[in-house]
Every structure is written in structure tokens, then in C-alpha cells.
């Protein structure tokens, strides 16, 4: 077998079909996440299933629920997908020339299922070209507790914020 960031192995003493087998799938995954708002998505659909059966009350060596299981298979089915996606790590490409203007530019949203922000920076050169490069994302399932979507918004907003912060140091 081949060993990788996404290769959806749990560890052999444990059962696949657990909250043990999620955790070490996200665990084999979250490198992965660095990559992008794509991957980012599909860790934040793995911490959904996650809450749902920690709503439920399964124990971690407990099989997932026969009605969770297409969901958790769909998920564990679309990680090796995320070997695909990739983040240049340079900020400014070679051939971009001399930097007139940096910007880092923040967006958050929120929904029911959850929330989440992305960081860019935008490099304007000396001929008024522009290059955005992917800096950062954040991503969190809603509460368990009810919460209004303006209230998820604005939490939302606070992530972004920290992160702007943490950014420009």
C-alpha cells in the first residue's frame, strides 16, 4: 500500500467504521487543508459527520449508524481527491517583477452547517498587473446550541479579524 496525506487508512487495531476510523482519516488529512478552500470544504463535511455521531452518543470504537453510512463513505470515498489540489507556495511568481502594492484581503461567511474565512494577498507590480495568492483558511461546523446566522456571521468576522492579525505579524 501506498502511505500519503490522503490515503484514508485507520490504523489496523481500529475499526474503519468509527469514530476512531474518522479520527484517523481527518488526522492522515489535515495537512491537507493548507492546500485550500477545496479541501478545506471537504475536512469541514468530515467534522460534520463527526458531530453528528458525537450527537448521537457513539462511542469511538463504535461502527457508524447504518443511516450515517453512505454519508461517511461519500466523504471517505472523495479524500483521495484532495492529493489533486495544489497551493503555488510562492506568494509572487519569478516573472511578476518589482512589488508596487501589497493588500491582504479577508472574507468570512457563515451558514447553518457552519462558518469560515479565507485569506489572500493581492501584489499589484510597477506595470499594474495583479497576483492573488491563497494565504490562509479557516473553516468550523455551527454550534450544537442554536444560533442565528448574523451571530455565525459576525463570529465568522472575529475569525477573520484574529486571522488578519496573526497575518500581519
Not at 56 to 74: A, F, N, S
Not at 91 to 97: D, E, L, Q
Not at 105 to 129: K, P, W
Not at 149 to 167: G, M, N, Q, Y
Request: net charge positive; aromatic share 6%; glycine share 8%.
Amino acid at each position: 500500500g501506498r502511505d500519503g496525506p490522503c490515503d484514508g487508512a485507520a490504523p489496523p487495531s481500529r475499526p474503519r467504521h468509527s469514530k476512531t476510523g474518522w479520527r484517523a482519516n481527518m488526522e492522515s488529512n489535515m495537512k491537507a487543508q493548507a492546500t485550500g478552500a477545496n479541501s478545506s470544504f471537504e475536512v469541514m463535511k468530515g467534522k460534520q459527520i463527526l458531530q453528528t455521531l458525537c450527537l448521537q452518543g457513539i462511542d469511538w470504537d463504535e461502527p457508524v449508524p447504518d443511516e450515517l453510512r453512505p454519508k461517511w463513505e461519500k466523504w471517505r470515498s472523495s479524500l483521495p481527491q484532495l492529493e489533486s489540489i495544489g497551493v503555488m507556495r510562492a506568494y509572487k511568481p519569478p516573472s511578476f517583477g518589482s512589488i508596487e502594492r501589497a493588500e491582504m484581503h479577508h472574507f468570512s461567511d457563515a451558514s447553518t452547517e457552519g462558518y469560515g474565512e479565507c485569506s489572500y494577498l493581492r501584489l499589484t507590480n510597477e506595470s499594474g498587473e495583479i497576483h492573488c495568492s491563497f494565504l490562509m483558511g479557516k473553516s468550523r461546523v455551527a454550534p450544537l446550541k442554536a444560533v442565528t446566522i448574523p451571530r455565525l456571521e459576525l463570529t465568522a468576522a472575529t475569525v477573520a479579524v484574529k486571522i488578519a492579525s496573526l497575518l500581519r505579524q
